[in-house]
């Protein structure tokens, strides 16, 4: 779904200007230019189940305090080796795309620092229009620490 988002975002200068694209962006507009019809409504109909699920368990709770990412911050090196392996950017991606995938709201706090002393994060997510609400936790989480003070 996210190639073809791009491909919508960039539809008035790709591929007319496809030499201003780096290979990656490029390669994701591409493949979301390539999806078919139905493989467009499978995706659509896994939103519409997801999103059912999320809707059914925040009916339980009112926010999931989740980390950002489930591994240390990637160094420059690191995010430039990234294309390479697929896998790579979807571990990174894990706790953060399925509420892209979803449009449910999020909000990303910081919360320490590694051994190395590179920053940590959490995010809270919450039900749909639920923004009001993860900013007064957000705000909340904040008058009782000090990390959004802090730089690396």
Not at 87 to 107: C, E, H, K, W
Not at 122 to 128: F, S, Y
Request: glycine residues 8%; negative net charge.
């Amino acid at each position: 779904m996210c190639a073809v988002e791009t491909a919508i975002a960039h539809r008035e200068t790709y591929p007319a200007k496809k030499d201003d694209y780096g290979p990656e962006l490029a390669g994701l507009i591409e493949e979301g230019r390539a999806l078919g019809g139905l493989d467009l409504t499978d995706i659509l109909h896994e939103r519409l189940k997801f999103n059912g699920a999320l809707a059914a368990m925040f009916e339980e709770i009112d926010a999931l305090l989740i980390p950002t990412m489930p591994m240390r911050l990637p160094s420059v090196a690191d995010l430039a080796s990234f294309g390479d392996d697929p896998n790579v950017l979807l571990r990174l991606l894990r706790f953060t795309a399925p509420f892209d995938f979803s449009g449910t709201p999020t909000i990303t706090l910081p919360s320490g620092f590694d051994s190395d002393g590179l920053p940590l994060s959490m995010q809270l997510a919450g039900p749909v229009l639920s923004e009001g609400q993860l900013s007064r936790m957000a705000h909340a989480f904040q008058t009782q620490t000090n990390w959004h003070t802090h730089r690396p």
